[in-house]
Nanobody, 122 residues
């Protein structure tokens, strides 16, 4: 069982930056691949970024490539999402999730946090 708690969301102007954190409970964090997803009002949940258990393999959605960076610190049981050059279209509820096998598909993730709101003003 893994419990996930996101933090770091907030209101930021377009062009600004935020760093999201996701703290995981349990001693098996380093056995899981981790992902970030987001969901805007009236839209389906979409993939943002994912990182393998060792950090050696990383995937990004095309919409965030070059602006967002995912990383993890297994000693701290935490995964991060550094978001730069934010746009109003990035406004959404951001979730972190854990899965046994690295994936970009939300349905393959077993554990989810409650989400942290990111709002980007124009």
């Amino acid at each position: 069982q893994v419990q996930l708690v996101e933090s770091g969301g907030g209101l930021v102007q377009a062009g600004g930056s935020l760093r999201l954190s996701c703290a995981a409970s349990g001693r098996t964090f380093n056995r899981y691949a981790m992902g970030w997803f987001r969901q805007a009002p009236g839209k389906e949940r979409e993939f943002v970024a994912a990182i393998g258990w060792s950090g050696g393999t990383i995937y990004y959605a095309d919409s965030v490539k070059g602006r967002f960076t995912i990383s993890r610190d297994n000693a701290k049981n935490t995964v991060y999402l550094q978001m730069n050059s934010l746009k109003p279209d990035d406004t959404a509820l951001y979730y972190c999730a854990a899965t046994a096998t690295l994936s970009v598909v939300a349905g393959t993730y077993h554990y989810w946090g409650q989400g942290t709101q990111v709002t980007v003003s124009s």
